[in-house]
């Protein structure tokens, strides 16, 4: 099914929602999730997130002093009836999707419909799986889901008051860069000489092609083509680069060089920082990141949370400090700076990682600036730019 056709069915899903109350809405998705005809336009995975999405703003309109009630009796006022195994898997569901607004924070609000597109992104399909009848399309399509994919991953779901989110965990951000690459980035890396040579030294219609073209783009190799060109086209979208055309005479620059005002749009209209020509090292790292050691990352460090600050029964309880150590054996372990990040995303996702969380954490990692500075530097400078 066309990606329209798709976007429809879940506007037409949204609509039906739009009024009914929260246990309605979890017994429309018992039905919905056992549905062979729904299965048709989307998988198991996908329905999930869509009607988290709906839950999620259902919540909010039943309001927090409900909610906080509701919590309070083990959230069986907005559970239907039926099956107690089932039942208590909503119960769950509806303790972590209203965890934020326990914790006071106030969720960005966002059309329903455009919320679940944000997150329910072609990215989630394992590139395994992917084949493409020519180069150009398996090179745009492979390397655009990759990166959405781990942009998905460290986008926040919370907020903190004043403090808007940096680019790189943004929830709105990956749609944006996505856009950019496609239109600024991939076309003229595809049209470089040793991507040409590259599209015809194998078969890249066969199965596998994707993943594998991943895998080249993150090689060691000193003479990787792709990054290479990935790391050329950036520098060149800086508005200091001196550009030239194909006869090596400068040429002016274009609409597909200049990517900023993009960025600086789409922050203005979700309220996130946009990144800057300076930014540009960090834009390049997150080909580099891997979306899956992430995710697998982050479902760790948010078990530690939950089991240390807002255990789910006296038995889950966690060790005090957990979780910081938790957050340090990331930052140690993941490349790339991969921890760092994490450790921002948790700031606006956990309410007790704040400002004074987030310095403790830094003086943890070494016993002098330079030692600090070598291990977390992007965590640092983000500290750094908090307010005081």
Known sequence: ???????????????????????????????????????KWAN??????????????????????????????????????????????????????????????????EETTEAVMDRLDPADEDLSSLSFGDFPTLFDEAIARYLRRTLT??????????????????PGFAACFDKVVRECVLPTMRGSRRLKELANTRDWTEDGAAARLIGMAQSQD?????????????????????????????RPRQAHDDPWPDFQEDAAKRGYIPPYPADIPALERILLLDGEVLAAAWESLAQLYEQEFQPKSKSDYGRPGSFRDGLLAQIERLEHHGGDLLAIKAFFDFPKVDRVFIRQLIQTLGRSDIERERKAPVLIAFYNDLPK
């Open 1 to 39: 099914m066309s990606g329209g056709n798709f976007e429809s069915k879940v506007a037409d899903l949204v609509s039906v929602t739009r009024r009914l109350e929260v246990p309605q809405i979890l017994l429309l998705r018992r039905l919905t999730l056992g549905d062979p005809e729904t299965l």
């Open 44 to 109: 198991l995975k996908q329905l999930d997130l869509i009607f988290n999405v709906i839950l999620d703003h259902a919540l909010r309109r039943t309001g927090q002093a409900a909610v906080e009630a509701a919590s309070r009796d083990h959230f069986d006022p907005l559970l239907p009836t039926g099956d107690e195994g089932a039942r208590d898997k909503e119960r769950w569901l509806l303790f972590d999707l209203a965890k934020p607004m326990l914790s006071g924070k106030v969720a960005e609000e």
């Open 153 to 170: 991953v460290l986008a926040a779901t919370g907020t903190r008051h004043h403090i808007p989110p940096p680019f790189i965990v943004a």
């Open 222 to 250: 000193i003479n990787n083509p792709i990054m290479h060109q990935w790391h050329s086209r950036w520098a060149s979208l800086h508005p200091d680069a001196a550009l030239k055309g194909k006869d090596g005479k400068p």
